[in-house]
């Protein structure tokens, strides 16, 4: 397999497929493309992912790109690896929560991009205070409804963390504190988790 993704510093959208590899522990090729650039998109293009976009994966005749649409493969060709819950409910909830986070959050999105290199504390606007309540909301009530017995939001570690693992690295890079949102400890202590996890740590080392 072949991953194509970019900047660790800056690609959110990277981090999450290249995540989910790492846990599976499938071998894989990481091929780095440079973002923030004129020839971005046209390296991107002549690399064969077909809408100039990133992350993109290639396993022989397969070729897939979006994060998404890239992590539903990987479970399908991983099923053994618990990439989502097994139970009906909470499988449901783990992909309604990914897909929340793959299509929402576009105040939060545009105010504190991914920078891993980043510490400030930033002034938020009213509609990035919502984002940020609605994910404190959201994954208090998945750590309380499914998360017993592990770190992570379904307990063991699925695709749900992956998604929000660039979140977790949003809120520390900006001086999010997550108590003036709503949160009582529950997800800030399972912001920790997703920010301790060996994956991280060698992505935020790469980057």
């Known amino acids: 397999m072949e991953l194509l993704i970019g ?3 800056y690609s959110s959208w990277s981090m999450r497929p290249w995540l ?12 780095l493309i440079r973002l923030r650039r004129p020839e971005t998109r046209s390296e991107i293009l002549a690399a064969g992912s077909p809408n100039g976009q990133l992350p993109f994966l290639r396993d022989e005749a397969i070729a897939i790109g979006d994060s998404l649409a890239i992590c539903e493969y990987l479970a399908e060709r991983f099923p053994d690896a618990g990439l989502w819950p097994r139970d009906l409910a909470a499988r449901t909830a783990a992909r309604f929560a990914a897909a929340e986070m793959h ?3 576009h105040s939060l999105r545009g105010e504190c991009p991914m920078d891993l290199k ?7 606007s009213e509609a990035t205070h919502a984002d940020i309540r609605r994910i404190v909301q ?7 409804r499914f998360g017993a017995g592990g770190d992570f939001l379904f307990g063991d570690w699925t695709i749900a963390d992956a998604f929000y693992t660039p979140v977790a690295s949003r809120f520390r890079s900006y001086g999010v504190k997550l108590s003036d949102f709503g949160d009582r400890g529950v997800v800030g202590t399972y912001v920790e988790a997703l920010l301790e996890t060996p994956e991280f740590k060698a992505w935020q080392t790469e980057a």
């Open 20 to 31: 989910v590899l790492k846990r599976v522990g499938a071998p894989f090729t990481e091929t």
């Open 118 to 124: 980043l510490q400030e504390t930033a002034t938020l």
């Open 138 to 144: 959201l994954l208090g009530d998945l750590r309380e």
């Open 7 to 9: 900047d660790k510093r």
């Open 103 to 105: 299509a929402g959050f």
